[in-house]
C-alpha cells in the first residue's frame, strides 16, 4: 500500500460499498419496469420525459444531449429508434440551419403519459418510501454534495435543480 494515499476507514467504506450497490442494482429495476411496462429502456423514457416538459415538447439535438448528458452518437442512435416508433421527430432547426430538433409526438407523449405512474411508483417503492422526510432531505443534500465534485461547472445543474425551490419554473 502507498503511504500518500488517504485510504478509506471502515466507516467510509461501509458508506461506499453501499453507494456502488445502489448504483449497480437501481439502473436494473427502473429499465426492467419500464421495459415490461412501456416497452421503452429507462433512458429512452429519459429522453421522452425531458422533450415532454420542454417548449413545445422540442429541443435541438444538442442541447437534448446535453440535458441527458448522452454523447451525440448515442443520443442520435437513440432518437433515431425512438423515431422509427412514432414517438419523436427530427425536423431542421427553423433558426440555425445547421443544428436538428427533436419534436414529442401525440404518440411520444401518450407513451410518456402511460409510462410515468408506473415508472413512478417504481421510484417510490426503491427510493422515496424506504426514506423518512429528513432522509430525503439529506439524500438531496448528499447528491448536491457529490455532483459539486461530478459537475463542478454546473453545466448540468439546470437539469438537476430543475424542482427546487428557487428555480425559475418552480411550481408554486
Same mark, same amino acid.
Given at each position: 500500500?502507498?503511504?500518500? @494515499? ?10 461506499? @460499498?453501499?453507494?456502488v450497490a445502489v448504483l449497480e442494482l437501481l439502473p436494473g429495476v427502473l429499465d426492467a ?8 429502456? =429507462?433512458?429512452? +423514457? +429519459?429522453?421522452?420525459? %425531458? ?8 429541443? !435541438? ?15 442520435? =442512435?437513440? @432518437? $433515431?429508434?425512438? #423515431?422509427? !416508433? ?7 432547426? *427553423? /433558426?440555425? &440551419? $445547421?443544428?436538428?430538433?427533436? $419534436?414529442?409526438? #401525440?404518440?411520444?407523449?401518450?407513451? %410518456? ?5 408506473? =415508472?413512478?411508483? /417504481? %421510484?417510490?417503492? =426503491? @427510493?422515496i418510501d424506504a426514506l423518512d422526510d429528513e432522509q430525503v432531505e439529506q439524500l438531496a ?15 448540468? &445543474?439546470?437539469? +438537476?435543480?430543475? +424542482?427546487?425551490?428557487?428555480? *425559475?419554473? &418552480?411550481?408554486?
Amino acid at each position: 500500500m502507498t503511504d500518500d @494515499v488517504p485510504w478509506l476507514d471502515r466507516s467510509q467504506l461501509r458508506a461506499w @460499498v453501499r453507494l456502488v450497490a445502489v448504483l449497480e442494482l437501481l439502473p436494473g429495476v427502473l429499465d426492467a419496469q419500464l421495459r415490461r411496462d412501456a416497452d421503452v429502456t =429507462h433512458f429512452e +423514457y +429519459y429522453v421522452l420525459a %425531458v422533450l415532454s416538459e420542454s417548449d413545445d415538447r422540442t429541443l !435541438r439535438m444538442s442541447e437534448l444531449a446535453r440535458v441527458t448528458n448522452a454523447t451525440p452518437p448515442r443520443l442520435s =442512435h437513440v @432518437v $433515431r429508434r425512438l #423515431e422509427e !416508433r412514432g414517438l419523436v421527430e427530427r425536423f431542421p432547426c *427553423p /433558426t440555425d &440551419a $445547421r443544428s436538428t430538433n427533436a $419534436r414529442l409526438t #401525440e404518440a411520444g407523449w401518450q407513451k %410518456v403519459v402511460e409510462a410515468a405512474p408506473g =415508472h413512478v411508483r /417504481t %421510484v417510490r417503492q =426503491h @427510493v422515496i418510501d424506504a426514506l423518512d422526510d429528513e432522509q430525503v432531505e439529506q439524500l438531496a443534500a448528499i447528491s448536491e454534495a457529490i455532483l459539486g465534485r461530478l459537475d463542478p461547472s454546473g453545466a448540468m &445543474a439546470p437539469t +438537476y435543480r430543475r +424542482y427546487d425551490d428557487d428555480a *425559475p419554473d &418552480a411550481a408554486t
